[in-house]
């Protein structure tokens, strides 16, 4: 059977899971020639792919050095930055730059802002107020997990409109197909204006420390090793970008397979107990990331299939998750659903890092959200899907409620 899979087609970005089940079943390790890469769509292929030690995640340091040198220098914050963050890295840099972010963004730490995600839950409700139709992602989901990380940073409230754009700005570049110059230059002047953002930060924290995690990662240590300046600031990057763009995605994806699921919105709503199950279902049944992205290390088989070294291969999570044979009935949302782990924040060494936090708000704000209405649909037949293979989410989702 011959697959046209086709990422960008706005057809498939709307509703990728048909597609996916014809990978899945007649060609799970895709060559793809657009991507020049290979498309892997099964749960154990994608699972045993991030535990694999022979797939690298160093992929953007081969990606800088093959550019031209006049191509690299429109680009010089972006080779700085980036390549020190934890997510582009192997073993041992990724094992000790996750350790010194993990002394102080850990478990506790997030825990730590349970009441503080239900305030601003409340807060953003409130302004939200009578409003009848408004865009869901604007006026909650996408301020309330950026609201969350700046203030476990130490980041100040007034600064959510700046940080906002430049993160989407970035995000040009780290979640779009390289498409155009454009976008490179939009992405290298957001990542340069962040990084001036946090030096003046960490200028102020060192003179004042304050009880933040900004204070915390500028003085963390372990056995005497610290971060560098330019991994403090790399990782600065990291988790506001991270912290925000994903959770955002997850909230607001949630909310519409609730919608379009009314039976599975009533569950949660008369059973708020539930929120911990329900988010991990939510999760899987349309998580916010599209796909990880590694590199063949060591040449094998798969299906059939000579990955050689090199190669480039994209693994997509939210295929894996609707696998059947991982999930019985997979394309039903189940609430109540019990069985393996889902993939929606990657598997191994490079796990989410902050997958606590992003389950919290999820499981904070949805109930918060259902609870607010009686009715909720969508104000819009149509929906405008981010053109992204890394990021998957909606530019806006309109919503009418009734209270």
Avoid at 251 to 261: G, T, V
Avoid at 301 to 313: F, I, M, P
Avoid at 314 to 325: E, G, I, Q, S, T
Avoid at 347 to 358: E, I, N, Q, R
Wanted: glycine share 4%; with cysteine.
């Amino acid at each position: 059977m011959s697959i046209d899979y086709r990422p960008e087609d706005p057809a498939f970005l709307a509703d990728p899971f048909p597609l996916y089940a014809q990978m899945r079943e007649h060609d799970p390790a895709h060559w793809s020639p657009r991507l020049k890469a290979w498309v892997l769509t099964r749960y154990d292929d994608v699972r045993q792919a991030c535990l694999d030690a022979g797939m690298s995640s160093d992929r953007l340091r081969p990606f800088f050095a093959s550019l031209p040198a006049s191509e690299a220098q429109r680009i010089t914050d972006i080779i700085r930055y980036l390549s020190l963050w934890m997510v582009f890295r192997d073993p041992p840099d990724h094992t000790r730059l996750r350790r010194l972010a993990g002394k102080v963004f850990n478990v506790r730490s997030m825990h730590a802002m349970r009441e503080r995600v239900a305030e601003l839950c409340a807060w953003l409700l409130e302004r939200i107020g009578e409003r009848r139709e408004f865009d869901f992602i604007s006026a909650f989901a996408g301020p309330l997990p950026a609201l969350v990380i700046m203030d476990m940073l130490g980041v100040p409230r007034d600064a959510l409109a700046r940080v906002k754009r430049m993160s989407d700005d970035m995000a040009l570049f780290i979640g779009s197909a390289r498409t155009s110059q454009e976008k490179y230059d939009i992405a290298e002047s957001a990542t340069h204006e962040m990084a001036e953002f946090f030096r003046d930060l960490i200028v102020a924290r060192r003179a004042f420390p304050g009880d933040d995690l900004l204070s915390a990662l500028a003085y963390v240590e372990d056995e005497g090793d610290r971060l560098t300046e330019d991994e403090l600031l790399a990782t600065c990057i990291l988790l506001l970008f991270a912290g925000h763009e994903t959770t955002t995605n997850h909230i607001a994806n949630a909310l519409l397979s609730l919608i379009r699921a009314p039976d599975q919105m009533q569950v949660l709503r008369h059973d708020p107990g539930l929120a911990a199950a329900a988010v991990e279902e939510l999760l899987r049944y349309d998580g916010p990331s599209g796909a990880q992205v590694r590199i063949v290390r060591v040449e094998h088989e798969l299906h059939g299939k000579k990955l050689a070294q090199g190669d480039r291969v994209f693994l997509m999570l939210n295929a894996a998750n609707r696998d059947p044979r991982a999930f019985p009935n997979p394309d039903r949302l189940d609430l109540r659903r019990d069985g393996v782990a889902h993939l929606s924040f990657g598997f191994g060494a490079h796990t989410c890092l902050g997958f606590p936090l992003a389950r919290m708000e999820g499981q904070i704000s949805l109930p918060a959200v259902l609870q607010r209405w009686r009715s909720i649909e969508l104000a819009t037949d149509r929906l405008e899907w981010l053109n992204s293979m890394v990021f998957r989410g909606m530019k806006t989702l309109p919503v009418r409620v009734a209270a």
